[in-house]
């Protein structure tokens, strides 16, 4: 159970476009489509953007957007924003009934 | 409206045991998985267990297999996390959340989230 790897940080300015690497095996991320992305302000607990690779739940900006490519899943934030910094996590199914977290992304926008 | 509120948590000294709770309202909790997820202090999420919406299965991080016990009380609307032979190493806040498909044994979106309790292992 190796959390996933992502970038420790990345940054953007407002109303740019940034994407988030999220990179696993074939038995995790690779493996299954059950890939989730979150979203942590500091003090708060963690809120669901995207879930099974690329669908979001209602009240979720389309400004969040998910895809996947072999092992790596991307978060792609659109028309950054100030309220947008914080922590990004993405988790993924990775078998034998676990789930796996990435190490998190910090998320500045400049 | 869904709401999950963690307690239990505090100051215990290594090897011994804790029980958390999570206090479920706002849907039908007899309807879906839960998870127990923590966050050591300034480091990032883990999954640590879930149970499925019946209570039949019960899946657990290798970290805290054969240490933690995860259960449920449909009549009292509450989620367990009996937690044994504490380490350091599992100082966290410890976070439930709902999964967020019904009826299902496919648990692996925690989607709605309580606050948190913190657990701090420590002689």
């Known amino acids: 159970q190796s959390a996933l790897t992502q970038p420790p940080s990345a940054s953007g300015s407002p109303g740019q476009s940034v994407t988030i690497s999220c990179t696993g095996t074939s038995s995790d991320v690779g493996g299954h489509n059950y890939v989730s992305w979150y979203q942590q302000h500091p003090g708060k607990a963690p809120k669901l953007l995207i879930y099974?690779?690329?669908k979001r739940p209602s009240g979720v900006p389309d400004r969040f957007s998910g895809s996947k490519s072999g092992n790596t899943a991307s978060l792609t934030v659109s028309g950054l924003q100030a309220e947008d910094e914080a922590d990004y996590y993405c988790?993924?199914?990775?078998?034998?009934?676990?789930?796996?977290f990435g190490g998190g992304t910090k998320l500045t926008v400049l | 409206q869904v709401e999950l509120v963690e307690s239990g948590g505090g100051v215990v000294q290594p090897g011994r045991s804790l029980r958390l709770s999570c206090a479920a309202s706002?849907?039908?909790?007899?309807?879906?998985?839960i998870h127990w997820v923590r966050q050591a202090p300034g480091k990032g999420l883990e999954w640590v267990a879930v149970?499925?919406?019946?209570?039949?299965?019960?899946y657990y991080a290798d970290s805290v297999k054969g240490r933690f016990t995860i259960s449920r009380d449909i009549s009292k609307n509450t989620l367990y996390l009996q937690m044994n032979s504490l380490r350091a190493e599992d100082t966290a806040v410890y976070y439930c959340a709902r999964d967020l498909f019904s009826i299902t044994m496919i648990l692996v979106v925690p989607f709605h989230w309580g606050q948190g309790t913190l657990v701090t292992v420590s002689s």
């Open positions: 149970i499925s919406y019946d209570g039949s299965n019960k």
């Open positions: 988790s993924s199914y990775a078998g034998s009934n676990n789930l796996v």
């Open positions: 099974e690779v690329s």
């Open positions: 706002g849907f039908t909790f007899s309807s879906y998985g």
